[in-house]
């Protein structure tokens, strides 16, 4: 009778042993559904990473290593992927910014961030030029 799919090499069956092992742990103290929310994978691949029947893909390992502090013995998945671009906060070149109004800036919504920030929307009337009126002002003079 022949089996379904490609066999595993021994590394990769050792692979899929400690992943097994790993998840199994992680789904005992975690749950199934929470420890596959960390992952961001859906629950029916958690389960198979779990039954040792399919390998998670390197991006998966990795958070794996870095949430659960999980240390795969063959490989180093921070190694083998790209590193992930942070993405640094930057001033915007607004060169119209000039032409804003105190009157023409309203706050929209102030909230609590997470990292002990503070987060601020706010809603600006950009005027077409800064000599003429805004609509705002277009508005209050027509009354």
């Known amino acids: ?6 066999r595993h ?3 990769a069956r050792f ?4 992943v097994s092992r790993a998840f199994t742990k992680k789904k005992d103290e975690l ?7 960390q992952l961001n994978v859906s629950l ?4 198979n990473y779990v039954k040792g029947t399919d390998l998670p893909k390197m991006e998966v390992l990795r958070d794996a290593q ?3 502090k999980v240390k795969w013995e063959l490989i180093n998945p921070a190694e083998i992927l790209k590193t992930r671009s942070v993405a640094t906060p930057e ?3 607004l060169p119209f910014i000039r032409s804003v109004r105190e009157q023409d800036i309203e706050i929209v919504e102030v909230t609590a961030g997470n990292d002990s920030s503070l987060r601020v929307m706010l809603r600006i009337q950009f005027a077409a030029d800064s000599g003429s ?10 009354r």
């Open 1 to 6: 009778m022949k089996t379904r799919g490609r």
């Open 9 to 11: 090499s021994p590394q």
């Open 15 to 18: 692979l899929l042993s400690q």
């Open 31 to 37: 749950g199934a559904k929470e420890a596959a929310k």
């Open 44 to 47: 029916a691949s958690f389960y």
């Open 66 to 68: 870095e949430i659960w």
């Open 91 to 93: 001033q915007l070149h």
């Open 133 to 142: 009126p805004t609509a705002k002002d277009r508005v209050k003079s027509k």
